[in-house]
């Protein structure tokens, strides 16, 4: 498998590990999960996450699904590019 196949499927464990089989995260879980899995990349402070969690929450029903995630991820991916591209004097 390549490297970013297992990138992919990590995600996806990550995201299962906090969100259990009802596939949906909660506010609480969500922090858990940043802090716990994206602590380099993300300070959680109660009104950032209040914020955070009500732009991904797309459809309103107080849980991030696995689509409203990715999204999280994409916006992360895409801050970190810069710091982590083959350009980016150090």
């Known amino acids: ?3 970013l196949e297992s990138s992919i499927i990590a995600i ?3 995201f299962h590990k906090y969100s259990g089989h009802k596939c949906k995260l909660k506010k609480a879980e ?3 999960l940043i802090n716990n899995e ?10 950032t996450l209040n914020e955070m969690f009500a732009d991904l929450d797309q459809n309103r029903d107080l849980e ?3 689509q409203e995630f990715i ?5 992360v ?3 970190c590019h810069d710091l982590f591209s083959p350009d980016h004097n150090h």
């Open 30 to 32: 969500l922090k858990d």
């Open 1 to 3: 498998m390549s490297e």
């Open 71 to 75: 999204v999280l991820i994409a916006m």
């Open 64 to 66: 991030i699904d696995f």
């Open 12 to 14: 996806i464990h990550v």
């Open 38 to 47: 994206m602590s380099h990349f993300i300070i959680v402070k109660n009104q």
């Open 77 to 79: 991916t895409s801050a």
